[in-house]
C-alpha cells in the first residue's frame, strides 16, 4: 500500500509543474494494473470527478485540456529553437498584437532588445508571414496614447557605433526629466523621439547623466508607467529586463501569456545576453536560474532549458 501511495504522490507531481514528467509517467503509469488506476483516480480528485450516480471517475476537463497544454511545452520550446530568429521574433510580434494591452512589453521587448538589424529582419519576416508590415498592424490594433510609442520602436532603426555625443545625452537627461515632472505620457514628442531613435549607448549615456544630475535611477523613474519602464530597461540594462520576465514565469498564479515568457527569454537569448542574465538573476532574486528551473519545471521540457541555459558555461 506504501508504495501505490509514493506512485500517487510521484504521479501526481509529474502533472503539477511547468511542462509534464514523461519519464516518471511512463515508468509509473505503464506498470498500473486495473486497481492502481482506479487508487489514482480516487486520490485525485483535482484531476478526477466523482459520479456517484454511475459510480465512477471521470477525467475533469479542465485538466485534460491543461495536460495537453503542458505537454506541448517542450515541442513548442523545440519549434521555437529551430526557427529562424527573424521567424520567431516576427511570430511574437504578432501574437502580442492579439493580445491588447497585455502584449504592449512583448511588443516593446522585440523592439528594444534586438539589434537594427535583427529588428528590420523581423520586419521582413513578418511581411513574408502575415503579408502586412507589422507597423501597419500596430497602428491598426494599438488604440489611444500607447499607439505613438509603440508605433515609433517598432519602426526604430538605431544607430549601433560606439559614438556618443555626451552634451546631447547630457541634454536628453534633462529633457527627459522636466518631462518626468510634468507627467508626461507616452505621446511626448520629446520623450518619444528620445526613446525610439537614440543609440542604445546614448541612452546608457542619458542614464548616467540623469543619475549624476538628479540622483535618480532613470528606468526607475517610471515606474507609474510599465511600458515605458520596460522600454528603457530592454534599452539599456536588458539582462534585468529578461531577469524579471523569467521570475514572473515562473512564480505561482502566472497566467499562460506570462508562462510562456519563459521558453520565449532562454530560446531568444540562449545565444545572445543569457551569461548577462543569470548574473542579473541572481543578484536580484538570490537563486541560480538552473537551480529555480530545476525547482519549477519538468520533465524534457526542463532538460531542454537547462541545456539552453548552460550553453555558454
Not at 511588443?107 to 528594444?112: F, G, P, Q, R, S
Not at 500596430?138 to 499607439?147: P, T, Y
Request: glycine fraction near 6%; aromatic fraction near 10%; hydrophobic fraction near 40%.
Amino acid at each position: 500500500m506504501a508504495n501505490v501511495f509514493h506512485e500517487l504522490q510521484a504521479i501526481t507531481k509529474a502533472f503539477s509543474g511547468l511542462g509534464v514528467d514523461e519519464k516518471a509517467i511512463i515508468s509509473i503509469a505503464g506498470k498500473w494494473k486495473h486497481d492502481h488506476k482506479h487508487s489514482f483516480r480516487k486520490a485525485s480528485p483535482n484531476h478526477f470527478l466523482a459520479d456517484k450516480e454511475r459510480d465512477f471517475e471521470k477525467w475533469n476537463e479542465q485538466q485534460v485540456e491543461l495536460i495537453k497544454h503542458e505537454a506541448l511545452r517542450f515541442k513548442s520550446a523545440l519549434v521555437l529553437w529551430t526557427m529562424h530568429p527573424w521567424e520567431r521574433d516576427a511570430r511574437f510580434l504578432k501574437e502580442a498584437l492579439t493580445k491588447g494591452p497585455e502584449g504592449y512589453n512583448l511588443l516593446i521587448e522585440i523592439a528594444c532588445s534586438r539589434s537594427s538589424e535583427e529588428l528590420l529582419g523581423a520586419r521582413k519576416a513578418y511581411h513574408s508571414l502575415f503579408h502586412s508590415s507589422v507597423e501597419e498592424d500596430v497602428a491598426s490594433n494599438v488604440n489611444g496614447h500607447k499607439r505613438k510609442l509603440l508605433l515609433a520602436l517598432v519602426s526604430a532603426y538605431r544607430y549601433e557605433g560606439s559614438r556618443v555625443h555626451d552634451k546631447n545625452a547630457k541634454y536628453d537627461a534633462q529633457a527627459l526629466h522636466r518631462a518626468i515632472n510634468n507627467n508626461s505620457s507616452d505621446e511626448d514628442e520629446e520623450l518619444v523621439g528620445i526613446l525610439c531613435t537614440r543609440s542604445k549607448l546614448h541612452i546608457w549615456a542619458v542614464s548616467e547623466h540623469y543619475k549624476q544630475l538628479f540622483g535618480k535611477v532613470l528606468s526607475e523613474e517610471f515606474h507609474g508607467n510599465l511600458n515605458l519602464k520596460a522600454a528603457l530597461e530592454c534599452l539599456f540594462i536588458p539582462e534585468v529586463y529578461f531577469s524579471k520576465v523569467l521570475d514572473a514565469a515562473m512564480r505561482e498564479g502566472a497566467t499562460d501569456f506570462i508562462q510562456e515568457g519563459l521558453t520565449r527569454v532562454i530560446v531568444s537569448q540562449a545565444d545572445g545576453k543569457m551569461d548577462e542574465i543569470k548574473a542579473a538573476y541572481h543578484k536580484l532574486f538570490g537563486a541560480h536560474l538552473s537551480q529555480k528551473i530545476e525547482e519549477t519545471c519538468l520533465g524534457n521540457f526542463k532538460d531542454f532549458l537547462l541545456t539552453l541555459v548552460a550553453r555558454g558555461d
